[in-house]
Antibody, heavy 119, light 110 residues
Framework: QVQLVQSGAEVKKPGASVRVSCKAS????????INWVRQATGQGLEWMGW????????GYAQKFQGRVTMTRNTSISAAYMELSSLGSEDTAVYYC????????????WGQGTLVTVSS | QSVLTQPPSASGTPGQRVTISCSGS????????VNWYQQVPGTAPKLLIY???QRPSGVPDRFSGSKSGTSASLAISGLQSEDEADYYC???????????FGGGTKLTVL
């Protein structure tokens, strides 16, 4: 069965960077884009960007351009999202999600990783 | 301020039919398909409806989706207590070149 398993919670100081991992299993990793979506406490879902595991191509939401980097390691079917210059407003749960097909819907999600930014 | 507009809350009693609206523009809903996600607080979102009106396997046929022009809606018939959750619409936006979400609708089963 398809699974996306994310790394554990992180606590970071303002100005630091964080890297969240997302390990895929149960399907051919390189065949589906991985997207990242975040959710601040009590708030809605916010799309951050996508990565094609086959080519490594990426596309980021304008809000995060220059601050986010999405990469992958195909040998272990893992995707990574690194966010730099963290501020308190980046405190949120970060989800990875598999995007299916040209209709581009997110059919499988990771369990989420809480990133807390605090001095 | 979300690109797609949803009512912040909705409610109904068991057995009732509830609809949740999602309003967008020509660059998102007007050109692309709409997907709906259900999120029980404290858990990851779950795909509920894709491509405007398709249900993934395992989603009860009580849930249905529709789209017209730059708006979409989610209907839940035969409301059950376990339907109490947050519901989000989403679509690709060609102008922003990214996925956009609605602000979410909190459904309460009275």
């Amino acid at each position: 069965q398809v699974q996306l398993v994310q790394s554990g919670a992180e606590v970071k100081k303002p100005g630091a960077s964080v890297r969240v991992s997302c390990k895929a299993s149960g399907y051919t990793f390189s065949n589906y884009d991985i997207n990242w979506v975040r959710q601040a406490t009590g708030q809605g879902l916010e799309w951050m960007g996508w990565m094609n595991p086959n080519s490594g191509n990426t596309g980021y939401a304008q809000k995060f351009q220059g601050r986010v980097t999405m990469t992958r390691n195909t040998s272990i079917s893992a995707a990574y999202m690194e966010l730099s210059s963290l501020g308190s407003e980046d405190t949120a749960v970060y989800y990875c999600a598999r995007a299916y097909g040209s209709q581009y819907y997110f059919d499988y999600w990771g369990q989420g990783t809480l990133v807390t930014v605090s001095s | 301020q979300s690109v797609l507009t949803q009512p912040p809350s909705a409610s109904g009693t068991p057995g009732q039919r509830v609809t949740i609206s999602c309003s967008g523009s020509s660059s998102n809903i007007g050109r692309n398909t709409v997907n709906w996600y259900q999120q029980v607080p404290g858990t990851a979102p779950k795909l509920l409806i894709y491509s405007n009106n398709q249900r993934p396997s395992g989603v009860p046929d009580r849930f249905s989706g529709s789209k017209s022009g730059t708006s979409a809606s989610l209907a839940i018939s035969g409301l059950q207590s376990e339907d109490e959750a947050d519901y989000y619409c989403a679509a690709w936006d060609d102008s922003l070149n990214g996925e956009v979400f609605g602000g979410g609708t909190k459904l309460t089963v009275l």
